[in-house]
């Protein structure tokens, strides 16, 4: 997907020095689902990138058959930080999302407190890995299903494919917009405080 977007500000607001709840998130997905164009549409700051341009030789270990046209792909992660108000700051980490990459994951997921886990639903079997290993971890996680322009699916068809729990939130959205991935974002937190306050009142 094009990262390019008119949502998109000239200029982010700079990170106060109030904020004091830091909270780190990984996005997760497939080979070519939007994570990298999410952190770079949503991030406050200029976001670090671990791209390579894409060559013959992996395209021999790498399905590159729903993605034409992509070119780069990231081969150890993606990092960018959001502030979603004065006080509640997001660290954003992209997980690459090619199969030989995989075992970078473990890792990545150390310290996590959330997930956005990021489909294509023209390819869901490619995220059933992130969940399964999301789920391994204990790591609580939404499902976001970014708009390539393909068949529509009710939520509740992607919900059976995913096998998702009915509380595990699931919503739209186009990766290459700031406020639609911000939303996302936002529904992982309230997804996170409300399963904590699920946690002290029991």
């Not at 952190?39 to 992996?58: C, F, K, Q, W, Y």
């Not at 204990?138 to 009710?154: L, M, Q, S």
């Not at 996302?184 to 904590?196: C, D, K, N, Y």
Request: proline residues 4%; glycine residues 8%.
């Amino acid at each position: 997907m094009d990262s390019a977007t008119s949502d998109r500000p000239a200029a982010r607001t700079p990170l106060g020095r109030s904020a004091d709840n830091g909270l780190k998130i990984v996005v997760v997905g497939g080979f070519g689902v939007g994570k990298t164009t999410m952190v770079r549409s949503v991030s406050d700051i200029r976001p670090l990138n671990t791209e390579e341009v894409m060559t013959r030789a992996g395209e021999r270990v790498d399905d590159v058959s729903a993605i034409q046209g992509k070119t780069s792909t990231t081969v150890a992660f993606d990092f960018g930080r959001i502030a979603l108000n004065e006080r509640t700051v997001l660290y954003l980490f992209g997980a690459p999302g090619q199969e030989r990459f995989w075992f970078l994951w473990d890792r990545l997921f150390a310290g996590t407190l959330g997930a956005v886990v990021l489909v294509d639903t023209r390819r869901l079997a490619d995220s059933w890995y992130a969940i399964d290993r999301l789920e391994h971890h204990g790591t609580p996680f939404i499902v976001a299903r970014n708009d390539f322009g393909g068949p529509r699916h009710t939520h509740e068809q992607v919900r059976d494919a995913l096998d998702l729990p009915e509380h595990v939130p699931l919503i739209d959205c186009d990766a290459r917009s700031r406020p639609s991935s911000k939303n996302v974002l936002i529904t992982l937190v309230e997804h996170l405080h409300a399963l904590s306050t699920a946690q002290e009142s029991s």
